[in-house]
């Protein structure tokens, strides 16, 4: 085998493989001899030979340089390489497989560290362009270490927060998982409304004005609308606490207004208030709805004077509603 020019290269099985520069040009690098290698095979003089051997620890091994840059054999790289193409309706695919079928013992594992717990953090990063990332992997610079799926508008993104990026999912080693940007909101009503129905006049909706957490900004507690940020099955509780009720409400009514659908839950007020005149209706309920849709609390009471109206926050919470996102 030869290269051009005047260097060649002399190649036997039984002895090592040898380029021999007889000019003082360089000696062909490791890409131009289509091997993966760290730097470039060069020499520094005429008549100098550079030995690769491929009898010795050659099987099943990478050609490589070492430190001093020379060429050689091993299982081990400890640089940057980077694989690509460009070519139109192609996939590029890395396979780590082990096709043994005769032992539990036969694993294939992809394993990615870092050096320990002053180290950064060993995770894996998919990218869509620059404009996309997500990276999974232990954040090495939170307590714990706890195991995090994170994105960000981006190619960088990684395990540890900042720089605008979204933590989406995080996992404790004692088992406990979060997910901050669920959505996921509480609100109460703050102060009591009086006069606002007991004639069959709604309450359309019952503005809970006080928010106790809302993880993704979903609830307007100006309007008492919880607008679906995506489509999926939704938690919404709700309790409702009436005042000013008399004997003669005989009719009462807290609708649930999801989407498209209304679930309704009747009682009998007169009947079920206490000694101050109060009854509180809770509800319960798992809804499909889309992205898009707004979810609200609507009450009414029926049958005498307009003089009900909704229990306000006093050394406690009388009247709340809750909305979170489960599937």
Request: aromatic share 8%; proline share 5%; charged share 10%.
């Amino acid at each position: 085998m030869s290269q051009s020019g005047s260097t060649s290269a002399q190649l036997s099985p039984s002895v090592p493989l040898q380029f021999t520069e007889d000019t003082g040009t360089a000696v062909p690098t490791s890409n131009n001899l289509n091997v993966l290698g760290g730097t470039s095979i060069s020499t520094s003089g005429s008549g100098s030979t550079v030995t690769i051997d491929l009898t010795a620890n050659a099987n099943n091994s990478i050609l490589s340089s070492n430190g001093a840059g020379n060429p050689t054999w091993g299982t081990s790289l400890s640089n940057d390489y980077t694989f690509t193409t460009s070519t139109a309706g192609v996939a590029r695919t890395l396979t780590v497989s082990n096709t043994d079928n005769t032992s539990s013992s036969s694993f294939a594992i992809a394993h990615v560290s870092t050096g320990g717990t002053s180290s950064g953090s060993p995770f894996y990063r998919t990218a869509i362009g620059t404009s996309r990332s997500y990276c999974v992997g232990p954040d090495n610079g939170t307590t714990n270490d706890p195991w995090k799926l994170r994105t960000g508008a981006n190619d960088s993104v990684t395990p540890e927060s900042g720089g605008g990026d979204e933590t989406l999912i995080a996992v404790m080693p004692t088992g406990e998982v979060t997910q901050p940007l669920n959505p996921c909101v509480t609100a109460y009503l703050n102060a009591s409304t009086t006069n606002a129905t007991g004639d069959g006049t709604f309450i359309n909706p019952i503005i809970f004005d006080v928010e106790l957490f809302d993880q993704n900004s979903n609830y307007n507690p100006s309007t008492g609308l919880f607008t679906v940020p995506i489509d999926g099955k939704y938690l919404v509780t709700a309790c409702v606490t009436f005042n000013n009720l008399a004997a003669g409400h005989t009719a009462g009514e807290v609708r649930l207004i999801a989407g498209w659908v209304t679930y309704r839950y009747v009682f009998n007020p007169g009947v079920c208030r206490d000694s101050n005149n109060m009854f509180s209706k809770c509800i319960s309920q798992i809804c499909s709805m889309t992205a898009g849709q707004t979810a609200s609390i609507v009450a009414v009471i029926s049958g005498s004077t307009k003089t009900v109206g909704a229990e306000g926050e006093s050394f406690g919470i009388y009247s709340n509603v809750s909305f979170e996102l489960i599937s």
